[in-house]
């Protein structure tokens, strides 16, 4: 019998459980918490403008794409498994489509925000 | 072979033990990381979207809705950086010689450490 | 001499002959505090009711067989005693995600086949030939597996394990977790073989690292450490393809 096809997108889900792990807390204390925060002053126009030079610059650009990319994935994956655990197993081949291909789409939206950034 | 006696599943399996709502709700952090990222998209979009509309965004995003939204996807994403990092010592063990090097050891090294660097990072960066 | 303590057993019957369903009965037991549940439903079938059935032998944690669910968790009855759960009645059943055959008897069929299918011994291309003497092992290269080798096959892992419960292509977490120890074994040269069956359909996909496993097992064997490495094997394999074409030796 052919091996699975399961190993691609599990690899994919471990490094993008990393990712999001690592990144995506200080993610939501950025565009949550900071920024919204900073009011309508200088502070606030200073960790704006912080906030878009980083963004803007082509290597965190690429950097951020790819953390990006992966959790997408990371998450595309995950949801389908809970949702097979929660009874959709026979499901598992049509659950890929919304999952992966959101993942895909999400990246691609991202890709093209970050191009105009 | 006659009359064996199969038990019937629960749907909701996942309440049966303690360790299950454990896992659930760890699988369940993905849904609202995902949500969040949806929403980063919309605020890298606004910040492509000149000045006045990033401003505009980061108003509504200091609204108590939105605060509360963050503060859920906070939770949630700190709570997958924990079992993700109990997770990986386990996942990929690292051996010296015939020792194991110890799970606590292994999170810190491979998981708290680099996860508190980046965070601190961001934040400075973002603050200075 | 004072009163003889006693307390109550909930005993899961279920005889296919007369039963359409299981039921359960009720034995109050001797209370003794050094008695573990086993030995209180040997004392029920010695002095009580000889058509209870159920599965035992070392009594010491070594053989595996006297797995049940004990209020709910997988146990070893020889493990677990009564003074843990006294006054409070205790309630045994058959492990749970296998056919009951009898009582506290579940069919080892299905389990029996899926330890089969991952190849659990070493697998090597010169089996006949003893020229070179032992196959030499370093303390180092046993650490990679020791831990995994302590299984005794005692299925509790299946009981705690949802996915096993759910999903029938799923070969579950002993068996997984001896494939692993074999193709971890520095002496074995048959990871290709094993990985032939364990990453296919939902074999070994079906994990999705609930983890109870590794927390029931009275043998610390750790399954779902050693599931999760070996996905990690799976997509390094997977990869491979890409990097150097078939029969290169990499």
Redesign the interface.
Same mark, same amino acid.
């Given at each position: 019998?052919?091996?699975?096809?399961?190993?691609?997108w %599990?690899?994919l889900f471990?490094a993008g459980?990393?990712m999001?792990?690592?990144?995506? +807390?200080?993610?939501?204390?950025?565009?949550?918490?900071?920024? +919204?925060?900073?009011g309508?002053g200088a502070v606030?126009a200073e960790?704006?403008t912080?906030?878009?030079a980083?963004?803007g610059w082509w290597p965190v650009k690429l950097a951020l794409l790819g953390v990006?990319a992966l959790?997408?994935v990371?998450?595309?994956h995950?949801?389908r498994?809970?949702l097979m655990?929660?009874?959709l197993?026979r499901y598992?081949g049509l659950l890929k489509v919304p999952c992966y291909g959101g993942a895909l789409a999400?990246t691609v %939206?991202?890709a093209l925000?970050?191009w105009?950034? | 072979m006659s009359g064996q006696f199969h038990r019937p599943h629960a749907w909701a399996w996942f309440l049966e033990r303690p360790g299950y709502v454990r896992f659930m709700v760890r699988e369940l952090t993905s849904f609202f990381v995902a949500g969040y990222l949806i929403v980063l998209l919309v605020t890298l979009g606004r910040l492509g979207g000149g000045e006045a509309a990033f401003a505009e965004w980061l108003s509504a995003l200091s609204g108590p809705g939105w605060m509360l939204a963050h503060v859920v996807a906070l939770i949630a994403a700190v709570w997958h950086s924990i079992t993700w990092f109990a997770a990986v010592p386990q996942a990929m063990p690292v051996y010296l010689g015939e020792k194991k090097l110890p799970a606590p050891l292994a999170a810190v090294v491979m998981g708290y450490g680099p996860w508190l660097t980046v965070t601190a990072g961001i934040v400075w960066w973002v603050l200075r | 001499m004072s009163t003889e303590l006693t307390m109550t057993l909930e005993v899961f019957r279920y005889h296919p002959e007369t039963d359409h369903e299981p039921r359960f009965q009720a034995y109050e037991v001797p209370y003794d505090e050094d008695w573990v549940v086993l030995d209180a439903l040997n004392w029920i079938k010695d002095h009580v009711d000889g058509s209870l059935t159920h599965r035992w032998s070392c009594r010491m944690g070594v053989c595996g067989s006297c797995g049940m669910m004990v209020n709910g968790d997988p146990k070893l009855t020889c493990a677990v005693f009564l003074k843990d759960y006294y006054p409070r009645p205790i309630k045994v059943e058959p492990l749970v995600n296998f056919p009951v055959e009898r009582d506290l008897v579940v069919s080892l069929d299905g389990f029996m086949d899926k330890l089969e299918a991952v190849k659990p011994y070493i697998i090597r291309d010169d089996v006949n030939d003893t020229s070179g003497g032992e196959y030499l092992q370093s303390p180092a290269e046993l650490a990679q597996y020791k831990q995994y080798s302590m299984c005794i096959n005692c299925m509790l892992c299946y009981a705690a394990c949802p996915v096993a419960g759910h999903e029938d292509e799923f070969l579950g977490p002993a068996a997984l977790a001896l494939g692993h120890r074999y193709n971890k074994d520095s002496r074995d040269q048959g990871q290709a073989e094993r990985l032939d069956v364990m990453l296919v359909g939902e074999a070994i996909w079906g994990c999705t690292f609930v983890g109870e496993c590794t927390v029931v097992c009275p043998k610390h064997v750790d399954p779902a450490g050693a599931i999760q490495q070996a996905k990690a094997v799976g997509a390094q394999e997977f990869f491979k393809r890409f990097v150097a074409p078939k029969g290169a030796g990499v």
């Open positions: 019998m052919k091996r699975s096809d399961e190993a691609f %599990w690899a471990s459980g990393v999001a792990a690592l990144f995506v +807390p200080a993610f939501v204390l950025v565009t949550g918490f900071l920024l +919204p925060a900073g309508d606030a960790r704006t912080q906030f878009a980083a963004v990006l959790s997408f990371h998450c595309g995950r949801i498994h809970t655990d929660l009874g197993r598992s999400a %939206w991202a925000l970050l105009r950034v | - | -």
